[in-house]
């Protein structure tokens, strides 16, 4: 199995966290996202304990919220004394809600509105990522009218190509994403943030791209990083508090992917640090780092119930869900590959190759391509793994479908976490 979470019992049914995800397909109904909550703590504790021991005390996981965001996701992210990313009014909304302590938020985001801003000052929150020279204006002058010091990171670009889809790379010069130090841009916006009262400047932010499977792309984030921060040094006399890496730590969709040792890895990314602050006779930086994929993705899976299965002779077999890119997208955006298993035969022999697609009216509405299944039958539940992040956040009401429930499942027993979209759901907001 993809992962250790995963298993099959004696009616050859597949499980999850130890629950038949068939019987959880009968009592919850399909489309429905499963969540291992135990596995999601697992790893929010694996990414603080190993960034504290090797980056030190101080130092912090983020999660990003955006992989996947409902207000027990964030109570999670409290009790396991996180920190959290933001990206919208909406996210920090959840978060505030959920109770989670607004010093440890940061609120990202390429094009933070007015509202925004003024929003996340009002509830407190602990960090901007600064973007842009316009946000930088609207923080100072909102903190100057809440007569506060408001915390910021500056996001700057390295110029690093992440060797990823490019539709996930976003550390290269030509981002959209913050500001590049190759075009001076980066140097610019820190003496503009040096020069407001009202900004406690904290330190630089970056963030290579998603699905990074090595460390050599974070090395050379160090370096361009480190190197930036003693330049700015020696122009400005400001020295950097804190250097947030980002995220984009790579899961395993399929076999293919390899596997990380999350521990290793951050170890490697520490004594590297080390090394290079010492060559820059740079203090200790307070190191954050900011995953979403790799906290909330093999946690995930989503169960559907197989309608129509249809032989084209000589060209393709479709097997039909009763979900699709309403509720996962990636396939859509990115041609993402998944494993895909006949839930109710998961130990059968797989003896059809086939495009298994959604129900919207669209024809790259699929789940994926050549995946080989054990035949499913009209009713029978496929399972569709490492779908807990951004799946359930990127969901859409395409079709008016209405959007699955998800259910955690933790130490042996479900329960609802967010309740299936109803038709009044749907119409609630119709005036
Ligand atoms: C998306 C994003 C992350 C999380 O990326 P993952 O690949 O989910 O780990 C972190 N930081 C920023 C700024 C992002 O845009």
Redesign the pocket.
């Known amino acids: 199995m993809l992962y250790t979470n995963l298993n099959i019992n004696e009616k050859g049914h597949l499980t999850l966290g130890g629950l038949d995800t068939v019987e959880l397909a009968k009592e919850y109904g399909t489309p429905l996202y499963v969540m291992d909550k135990d596995r999601v703590r697992e790893n929010c504790r694996a990414y603080r304990t190993a960034m504290q021991k090797y980056f030190g005390k101080d130092c912090l996981p983020?999660y990003?919220s955006?992989?996947l965001c409902f207000t027990d996701m964030c109570r999670l992210a409290a009790e396991e004394e996180i920190g959290l990313?933001v990206?919208s009014s909406g996210e920090l909304y959840t978060a505030k809600r959920a109770g989670f302590p607004m010093e440890r938020v940061g609120f990202?985001g390429n094009n933070k509105t007015d509202a925004d801003i003024a929003f996340g000052i009002s509830l407190g929150v602990g960090h901007f990522?600064a973007d842009a020279a316009e946000e930088i204006e609207v923080i100072e002058r909102e903190a100057a009218k809440a007569g506060i010091q408001q915390k910021v990171l500056l996001?700057v670009t390295p110029g690093i190509d992440p060797h990823t889809h490019a539709k996930?790379a976003?550390g290269m010069v030509d981002s959209k994403?913050g500001a590049a130090i190759e075009t001076g841009a980066a140097m610019e916006l820190t003496k503009q943030i040096l020069g407001c009262p009202h900004i406690d400047f904290e330190g630089f932010?970056c963030?290579v791209?998603?699905?990074?499977f090595e460390a050599s792309p974070f090395i050379s984030a160090v370096d361009i990083m480190l190197d930036f921060i003693s330049q700015v040094m020696a122009e400005t006399g400001y020295i950097a508090k804190i250097l947030?890496l980002?995220?984009?730590?790579?899961v395993r969709y399929t076999e293919d992917d390899p596997k990380m040792n999350l521990e290793k890895f951050i170890h490697m990314v520490a004594d590297h640090l080390d090394t290079k602050r010492k060559e820059y006779c740079l203090p200790r930086l307070t190191i954050y780092m900011?995953?979403?994929?790799?906290?909330v993705?093999d946690a995930g899976i989503t169960l559907y119930t197989v309608g129509t299965v249809k032989k084209i002779p000589g060209y393709k077999n479709y097997v039909s869900v009763d979900g699709g890119m309403a509720d996962n997208p990636r396939f859509a955006l990115y041609e993402a590959k998944y494993t895909v298993l006949n839930a109710e035969r998961a130990n059968a022999d797989c003896d059809l190759i086939c495009t298994v697609a959604g129900r919207c009216c669209e024809s790259g509405d699929l789940i994926g391509e050549n995946i080989s299944l054990a035949e499913p039958k009209r009713g029978e539940i496929l399972a569709v793994l490492t779908t807990g992040?951004?799946n359930f956040s990127m969901a859409s009401g395409y079709n008016r479908l209405c959007r699955p429930a998800l259910v955690w499942v933790e130490g042996g027993k479900s329960r609802v976490a967010v309740r299936r979209e109803s038709f009044d759901d749907l119409l609630e907001k119709d005036l």
């Open positions: 983020f990003a955006k992989a990313d990206v990202h990522v996001r996930i976003t994403f932010h963030h791209g998603s699905q990074i947030n980002g995220g984009g730590f790579g900011e995953p979403g994929r790799s906290i993705a992040a951004y």
